[in-house]
């Protein structure tokens, strides 16, 4: 029911190397079956938390056993969560009006979350808002320079009083908060999100029967962390995103992640001889695994490359023929001639 490409597509602003803590909030107006307001907390991209307007209690996904903790993020979720819950709450009469909206069931999510970077240092807190899909609000916590800088405008005006209390409390209240209980789970989870697993690697060809052209994609699957640089070239150039599919980072049943990215060549473009070759790079802490695999397919038609394949093993074959023939016919020659000196010197 609930469509969240836009606001997951979100996370690729956070910096590759470092760690966030993110709150993806829903917040229904209707009937449904599902809970009226829930948030789930993720840690990079495991979920370490569930809460919801049901029972207003934080469901833990971690294994932890400090009592103490558990009810500081508890006390942390009542705060930050209510205020979150209050905040959708009230903008959901403006944002129905503003865009003109029946009665009906309509969905107002938010993400906002936190970073540390690879430096241990503290972030910048992110926040969007989309109501229907449609993103209505964006702008980051910047605590470099102690400032809330807009990347869309407020949904709701609000003057100068309002803006300072705004940013009092994500710097005193929310990014505090947030960059503490990141740093714990990090702690606590650390063997699953700072592993590191380097991804298999292939370069595909498939013939189009219908067009007589050809598909070649570059699949990169089985790695973690997400983040990485996946690029298809032709004669060293990066190609155009516009004529390739694909490039989302898709979860694998194992926590691995996968990605393709495919090119179609037509059969004209494959008689101009081109080569194409597809580079995979990781952008964590190390980024230095730079896989490259190279591949002419530029061929005079779309079956030649597998010709040419079994022309050269026939060629093998044929020599290996030709020299296991030779060295028989010099073994026969040599017990031949050693014959022939045994009997000269009986006859002496």
Known sequence: ??????????????????????????????????????????????????????????????????????????????????????????????????LNHTDGVHVHQRLVGCELLNDDKP??????????????????????????????????????????????????????????????YLNMEKNNVMRKVKPRVRLMKKTLTDSQGLQISCLATGFYPRHINLTLFRDDQPVDDDQITGGEILPNGDRTYQMRKSLVISAEEQRERHKYNCTMKRLNLD???????????????????????????????????????ALIKWRKKRRTAGKCSVQSVHYI
């Open 123 to 184: 972030g910048p807190l992110h926040f969007w808002d989309a109501f229907d899909e449609q993103c209505m609000e964006e702008f980051t916590y910047d605590p470099e320079i102690n400032d809330i800088q807009m990347k869309k405008p407020w949904m709701i005006p609000r003057d100068q009083v309002k803006q300072l209390h705004i940013k009092f409390l994500y710097e005193k209240v929310y990014h505090f908060i947030c960059i503490k209980v990141l740093q714990r």
């Open 1 to 98: 029911m609930l469509k969240l490409a836009y606001l997951l597509s979100c996370l690729t602003v956070v910096n590759a190397g470092s760690h966030s803590l993110m709150a993806l909030a829903t917040y229904i107006v209707g009937q449904t079956p599902f809970p009226e307001f829930s948030v789930v907390l993720m840690l990079d991209d495991l979920q370490i938390l569930y809460y919801d307007s049901v029972t207003w209690k934080a469901v833990y996904r971690s294994h932890s056993t400090d009592s103490q903790f558990n009810n500081e993020v508890q006390s942390d979720a009542d705060v930050v969560f209510n205020a979150m819950y209050n905040s959708m709450k009230t903008r959901d009469f403006y944002v129905k009006k503003h």
């Open 287 to 325: 980024n230095k695994l730079d896989i490259t695999f190279v591949s002419d397919v530029a061929e005079s038609d779309p079956g030649s490359f597998s010709l040419s394949v079994v022309i050269s093993v026939l060629v093998l074959m044929c020599v290996a023929v030709l020299f296991i023939t």
